[in-house]
């Protein structure tokens, strides 16, 4: 299958749809999905129109209807849809976020001497993000590995936080043989 091209406007509308939809495993009604991106209802209906059209979501008819997020808007946003995903934590400013999970952690600019960051993809919303946020990400399931950061920027297209990492740290353990 080819893939799709969305406008950022689409995806980050469709990674809300998904995110909602996850959270309450229920249609998700416009109004709602246009709250969070901070868009007119309106405008969250004509997108749904061309998301429709391209198959990434379905529309639920009736009072407790709304959108829902297909297969292929998944695909579409490269997010893998499991059953059961491995809880990574994320702490907001001392307070965990046991309504986000941590999808994907990148490390960019490492070779830089003094300023790290770490791109954090999130299962979850980010709309309660703001500059200068104490995050803390981790301990991850395999390595251990916690990162503790302050949000230099987010990335709505991607669902992603941009951090400025002030430590980070992985266990050293023996390999179990």
Known sequence: MSSIELTPSQKTILQE???????????VKGEDIA????RNPGTIRNQMQSLKALQLVE??????????????????????DMDEAAEVPLTHNDTA???????RIDL???????????KVKLRGSI???EKGD?????PTPLSKLRIDGTLEGKDDTDNALVLTIDGMEAPVEEPAH
């Open 134 to 138: 104490s995050v803390v990400v981790g």
């Open 108 to 118: 960019v600019s490492v070779h830089h001497p003094e300023n790290c960051r770490a």
């Open 127 to 129: 709309s309660t993000f």
């Open 97 to 103: 976020m046991p309504e986000a999970n941590v999808e």
């Open 17 to 27: 749809l998904i995110n909602l939809y996850r959270e309450s495993e229920n249609a």
């Open 59 to 80: 529309g639920v008819p009736g009072p407790k209807g709304g959108y829902k997020p297909t297969a292929t808007a998944y695909d579409a946003l490269q997010i893998q």
């Open 35 to 38: 709250a969070e991106v901070d």
